[in-house]
């Protein structure tokens, strides 16, 4: 019974990532490096998005992910430009906010993490093309609730 209920669980997560992937709502025009989710039950927040590259388009995704949906949100990918993935790496936390699972990262609901400080998860860029002369990156984060959330994180030279 028990795997019951559990595949239950993971059918109903699936079909709503699928059927209902979360599109960013903003009050307005979104600042680069910035984006605020609210789609149905999901309320997602990214700020301080920035890559920090260096001329080979190596180096890392800082910013702050702010969990306000009432349920676990996990980062499970991290896409830019030409096919480009991030390398999730989670923080010292073997468990809890920041801690990197089969799922993803986790973001408890009603917390924020920030990714690229001492301690905590980082997302690891390699070999990153398509920036933009306003020096800016399409990003795409893949979530397990709020779905695929795009964006422009900002551009610094690392």
């Not at 702010?66 to 499970?76: M, S």
């Amino acid at each position: 019974m028990a795997l019951a209920v559990l595949s239950t669980g993971c059918a109903n997560s699936s079909s709503a990532q699928t059927t209902d992937t979360a599109s960013p709502s903003t009050g307005g025009t979104a600042a680069p490096g910035s984006v605020h989710v609210v789609a149905g039950e999901v309320d997602l927040t990214v700020t301080g998005a920035v890559a920090h590259l260096d001329r080979f388009g190596d180096g890392s995704l800082a910013m702050t992910v702010r969990n306000d949906d009432g349920v676990p949100e996990h980062l499970g990918m991290v896409a830019t430009p030409e096919g480009g993935r991030g390398e999730l790496v989670g923080g010292k936390s073997a468990e809890g906010d920041g801690s990197l699972s089969t799922a993803g990262i986790l973001v408890t609901s009603g917390t924020s993490v920030t990714f690229g400080v001492n301690g905590g998860p980082r997302v690891l860029l390699h070999h990153v093309r398509g920036a933009t002369a306003a020096h800016t990156l399409p990003v795409a984060l893949q979530f397990g609730v709020a779905g695929l959330v795009r964006f422009q994180a900002r551009v610094s030279s690392a």
